[in-house]
């Protein structure tokens, strides 16, 4: 069974920074396919960033130039660096994750919600 485990919300000012770290475990040889998404009060789900394959980035068009995902010092670890943040950032901050062979690709950019396992969420608040 995969574990999805967030961490580093909190309560800043806009403008202000944050870095969430997201720590995937229960599979030693597969490859984790790792995204970040995002759910404010009364809204929908959305995407905010994830890393493809082949190692490029994909980003929410929201959030393109503030927030930069990277991976940890070892390849079940997914940050997310969020900086100059807004007041519309407000949100339940949520990492996901698949589990793939490793010479299987991940699947989909930063909307692919498809994804099999999910943490609990770390709130970011962002006040005004």
């Known amino acids: 069974q995969v574990q999805v485990v967030e961490s580093g919300g909190g309560s800043v000012q806009s403008g202000g920074s944050l870095r969430l770290s997201c720590v995937a475990s229960g599979y030693r040889y597969n490859t984790y396919c790792m995204g970040w998404f995002r759910q404010a009060p009364g809204k929908e789900r959305e995407g905010v960033a994830t890393i493809l394959s082949d190692g490029r980035t994909s980003y929410a068009d929201s959030v393109k130039g503030r927030f930069t995902v990277s991976q940890g010092d070892t390849k079940n670890i997914l940050n997310l660096q969020m900086n100059n943040l807004k007041p519309e950032g407000t949100a339940m901050y949520y990492c996901?994750?698949?589990?793939?062979?490793?010479?299987?690709?991940?699947?989909?950019?930063?909307?692919?919600?498809?994804?099999?396992?999910w943490g609990k969420g770390t709130l970011v608040n962002v006040s005004s």
């Open positions: 996901a994750a698949d589990v793939r062979p490793p010479n299987l690709r991940c699947a989909g950019d930063h909307t692919y919600g498809g994804r099999d396992y």
